[in-house]
């Protein structure tokens, strides 16, 4: 990786100084002779991260710095600085912070100590490594591979030595008060040759959307960009910069990727075409393209065009899962019977999975559950709730709290729809007017995935997790039970006699299998 820009936290530790002690050594590197480069950083204790998060930006099509160190619990901010679109991944704990436009900034907290390699999904060229330390105890090696870590508290401890691209080394050590410690590591010869894009394909197979594209980055140091060819001659070199020039290059961005979807609609590749049809919009904002956006519509959904409202971004979060009748539409006075079960899924518990339940009455007049106003936000790249359960009828809005664009989406046979994209502080309503599971999707996100349960029976609730659940207040009567999990659904309606006082039943689900994860156009993802 070349030469390394180094950004640490560093925290002294609340220790006596004078029951500290140093670690000193050297780190070996098979068959390699600079020994730069490899952080080595003390494990056993844990202290508190800094409240602060460190920046790791995107310019120029590399990352800045290049090596960072953080501490465990600490939060990291993505900074696109660039002009152009980012991907940034890593195969370690599956991190995926999906595309970033121009100017946004993605935040993740590295929980577990040891080394991320980082990468772009776009940009094969780039590479960046990520540190976590427990403690304020680590040294980065020089090119002799010598290093010191002064103020190690009293004790036994393990040294970990990391290199970019490569595995661990480990060793035990005990550091006496007032003394220091010596230790030699030796790591392994580091990977080399190319590496995989986050579908563990290689960058030559990927589809059109990732080809190279040219951009200065905004706000860090950046090379003049090369003489343009045009009309069989060459422009005069000269440095160009400033927000006149960098918007340009964003234009120029988007004029590519329209065209690219265009030609690929041409070929009948309407899913390939909408992704790259929705890149270009990312980077302009979608009023832009407006007078153009239908023609990229079909196999889609049709478009929701409720207007956007804007809403304060200060927001609290939704929970996991919402939706209970006795909340929704509470009773004057409580009634005399209760009913208490478990949900159980080809015969063993439900897990951590929730299950929707229903309870609709088999005689007798009652009323059905009047519609609800709902939120289902886009926040974290995730939807929350996960799980939603509204009455019929009912009108739910999609609000975005992340600093990208979102794409919220669902198939369903009953009531397909498309919100389009819209930004954070912007929300648009859907009115739910059929009964149903309503799959959501994001078309930019593929890791993003929700249920809507839309419900004209009077009782209904979401299950803890694990599957217990319990109506607090129902009539005595016999009545019809629908449940509906995201693994498993009843395979007919069960017929339940509430008797007056306290009631038990199981229900048994069997499993549907996972949905199929679509993109918008009905393509596989």
């Known amino acids: 990786m070349g030469r390394f820009a180094l950004v640490g936290c560093c925290l002294l530790s609340a220790v006596a100084a004078a029951a500290d002690g140093v670690i000193r050594g050297e780190v070996r590197f098979v068959g390699k002779a600079d020994r730069s480069g490899a952080v080595v950083y003390v494990t056993g204790f844990e202290e508190p991260p800094p409240g602060t998060a460190v920046q790791l930006r995107q310019c120029g099509k590399r990352f800045i710095p290049s090596l960072l160190v953080v501490r465990a619990g600490q939060a990291v901010d993505f900074t696109n600085n660039d002009t152009v679109v980012h991907n940034v991944f890593s195969p370690v704990g599956h991190l995926d912070m999906g595309r970033s436009r121009p100017g946004s900034h993605l935040s993740h907290l590295f929980k577990k100590p040891g080394g991320v390699d980082l990468y772009c999904d776009i940009h094969e060229e780039m590479k960046a490594a990520l540190v976590v330390v427990p403690n304020h105890a680590y040294a980065v090696t020089g090119p002799d591979g010598a290093f010191e870590i002064p103020r190690v508290p009293s004790g036994t401890w393990t040294v970990v030595a990391w290199q970019p691209e490569g595995a661990a080394a480990e060793q035990k050590v005990t550091v006496a008060p007032g003394e220091a410690a010596t230790v030699t ?141 006795e909340v929704d539409n509470p009773r004057a006075r409580p009634e005399k019977s ?85 930004v954070k502080g912007q929300t648009r309503d859907m009115t739910f007017d059929h009964e149903g599971v309503f799959k959501l999707g994001c078309d930019l996100h593929a890791n993003m995935s929700a249920f809507v349960v839309v419900v004209a029976q009077p009782h209904y609730l979401v299950s803890e997790p694990g599957g217990a659940f319990r109506f607090k207040s129902l009539r005595p009567g016999r009545y019809r039970l629908s449940a509906w999990s995201e693994r498993g659904t009843l395979t007919a309606p069960q017929e339940v006699l509430v008797k007056p006082g306290p009631n038990t039943v199981s229900v048994a689900l069997g499993s549907t299998g996972p949905a199929d994860n679509l993109d918008k156009y009905g393509a596989p993802r």
Not at 198 to 207: E, G, I, Q, T, W
Not at 400 to 422: A, K, M, T
Request: proline residues 11%.
């Open 185 to 325: 590591l030796e790591l392994p010869v580091a990977r080399s040759g190319p590496h995989l894009d986050r579908n563990l394909r290689s960058y030559k197979d990927h589809p059109r959307e990732y080809e190279a594209d040219a951009g200065v980055a905004m706000g860090c140091p950046a090379e003049p960009a090369p003489p343009e060819v045009a009309d069989g001659g060459r422009r005069p070199s000269e440095v160009r910069g400033g927000p006149v020039f960098e918007r340009a290059q964003v234009l120029r961005e988007a004029a590519d990727q329209l065209e690219k979807a265009a030609a690929e609609q041409q070929r009948g590749n309407r899913s390939l075409a909408g992704r790259l049809f929705l890149a270009a919009a990312s980077l302009v904002g979608p009023e832009v393209l407006e007078g153009v956006a239908s023609l990229f519509q079909e196999g889609a959904p049709p478009r929701v065009i409720t207007p956007l409202r804007q809403l304060s971004v200060d927001s609290p979060p939704q929970p996991f899962a919402a939706g209970s009748s």
């Open 338 to 422: 209760s009913l208490v079960g478990d949900i159980q899924l080809d015969g063993q518990p439900l897990g951590e999975g929730r299950a929707v339940v229903m309870l609709e009455p088999l005689r007798g007049e009652h009323r059905r559950p009047a519609p609800q106003k709902a939120v289902m936000e886009q926040r974290g790249r995730q939807f929350a709730p996960h799980l939603l359960v509204v009455p019929k009828g009912s009108t739910v809005s999609f609000p975005n709290f992340d600093p990208i664009y979102h794409n919220v989406f669902s198939r369903s046979e009953v009531q397909p729809f498309d919100l389009g994209l819209y």
